[in-house]
């Protein structure tokens, strides 16, 4: 599966973006997906995870009640709704997809990545 990011930008301290991935292939509702960011001179980081059929989601603690990941498997497309974003959540941000079923945390069990959207958020 290939993917491609959207929706990153330069926004202000409180404000929101959507960030969109898109997918091709028609397996798309096979695949767990999840969103990392990684900022510079940081390592990268799980943000949130959405299971094959938006059952479970899983945030990192500190985005809970801001970001909210969905899917529409009809659009092949997972989304990352954020909210009363501060600056701290300044990096690029990657979408991935995994094979395994359920949620999964850890970069390392995703099969599949999206090139990158960057998000800035000045203070």
């Known amino acids: 599966v290939q993917l491609q990011a959207s929706g990153g930008g330069l926004v202000q301290t409180g404000g929101s973006l959507r960030l969109s991935c898109a997918a091709s292939?028609?397996?798309?509702?096979?695949?767990?997906m999840g969103w990392f960011r990684q900022a510079p001179g940081k390592e990268r980081e799980f943000v949130a995870a959405?299971?094959?059929?938006?059952?479970?989601?899983r945030y990192v603690d500190s985005v809970k009640f801001r970001f909210t990941i969905s899917r529409d498997n009809a659009k092949n497309t997972v989304y990352l709704q954020m909210n009363s974003l501060k600056p701290e959540d300044t990096a690029v941000y990657y979408c991935?997809?995994?094979?395994?079923?359920?949620?999964?945390?850890?970069?390392?069990?995703?099969?599949?990545w999206g090139q990158g959207t960057l998000v800035t958020v000045s203070s």
């Open positions: 991935a997809a995994n094979t395994g079923w359920g949620i999964n945390m850890a970069w390392t069990e995703y099969d599949y």
């Open positions: 292939g028609r397996t798309f509702s096979t695949y767990g």
């Open positions: 959405i299971s094959r059929n938006s059952g479970s989601t």
